[in-house]
């Protein structure tokens, strides 16, 4: 799926929030440990965007891809693992929700206002309960 679809996905989940908070009560909202933010000036970069990273070195991978200046963050990939999202607006909140199946979904809120480059946020989960990300099971790296 595109990008852009998982936003409107998003978007979609964000108004059902707001209009059915009982519809949610089967998912829990999963927040970051950790949070990076930054822009990539390189668009083409991002195909190189993993929704979900379960690894050092795939998260070193990207980090030196797209050369986030941020120290790397120390992940205990046994208890945590690390969710992506981008976008070519210029603003990006990443959320999460955990549901009783185990499915965490993620995604991105961001503003439609188009800039050259990307922004991304890189977050910091929690693996426990974590049997898929978006419907998919977790990648084996």
């Known amino acids: 799926m595109s990008q852009r679809l998982w936003i409107v996905v998003g978007l979609a989940l964000a108004a059902v929030a707001l209009l059915t908070p009982a519809l949610l009560a089967e998912k829990k909202a999963v927040t970051p440990s950790k949070e990076f933010k930054g822009s990539?000036?390189?668009?083409?970069l991002v195909k190189d965007a993993p929704l979900v990273i379960t690894s050092g070195k795939s998260l070193e991978k990207l980090w030196k891809?797209?050369?986030?200046?941020?120290?790397?963050?120390?992940?205990?990939?046994?208890?945590?693992?690390?969710?992506?999202?981008?976008?070519?607006?210029?603003?990006?909140?990443?959320?999460?929700?955990?549901?009783?199946?185990?499915d965490l979904a993620v995604g991105g809120l961001d503003t439609k206002d188009l800039r050259p480059g990307f922004r991304y946020v890189i977050g910091v989960v929690?693996?426990?309960?974590?049997?898929?990300?978006?419907?998919?099971?977790?990648p084996k790296e």
């Open 40 to 44: 990539v000036e390189d668009e083409n």
């Open 65 to 102: 891809s797209w050369k986030i200046a941020d120290k790397m963050p120390e992940v205990d990939f046994a208890k945590e693992l690390v969710v992506v999202t981008t976008t070519r607006g210029s603003q990006l909140r990443l959320f999460a929700t955990l549901d009783d199946n185990g």
């Open 126 to 138: 929690p693996l426990q309960g974590v049997k898929s990300v978006n419907g998919k099971e977790l």
